[in-house]
């Protein structure tokens, strides 16, 4: 995927913000708000992408990564997660709040806040279970 294209992206995103969808809102934050997932439209496939503001293991950044590594998730509603390359954020402080215990779903994601963070899957049960302390892509 192309970062630049959630420069065009995310601003019709935050104009729904948090309209109401068919399965719930167009984003969430955790408790802590240090992380936050948005769902939007790239190139007519349903995306996911949650991202940490604070982590405690920041990983290399890979070779052809120019932008900035390691905070940012993404996947499809159908097929494998990635951390990404990116030079954006989705984190908005006006997300709603998921409560610890709490479920969001939309468009074939569905995101569970824990204590122990944020884990996300999509139709194929692929995803990624985020924490300050650890992140893990499944």
């Not at 995103?13 to 439209?41: E, R, V, W, Y």
């Not at 293991?57 to 494998?80: H, T, V, W």
């Amino acid at each position: 995927m192309h970062p630049s294209r959630y420069m065009v992206a995310l601003p019709a995103l935050f104009l729904i913000g948090t309209a109401n969808a068919q399965t719930g809102q167009a984003g969430f934050q955790s408790p802590s708000k240090n992380i936050a997932c948005a769902s939007f439209d790239i190139d007519q496939q349903n995306t996911l992408r949650c991202d940490i503001a604070a982590i405690d293991n920041k990983p290399r950044r890979p070779p052809g990564c120019d932008l900035e590594y390691g905070q940012a998730f993404e996947m499809s509603a159908i097929g494998a997660a990635s951390r990404i390359c990116y030079g954006d954020t989705v984190i908005d402080k006006s997300l709603p709040v998921i409560s610890y215990g709490e479920t969001w779903q939309r468009g074939g994601f569905t995101c569970t806040s824990e204590q122990s963070g944020i884990t996300c899957r999509n139709e194929d049960q692929h995803g990624f279970a985020l924490s300050r302390a650890k992140q893990e892509v499944f």
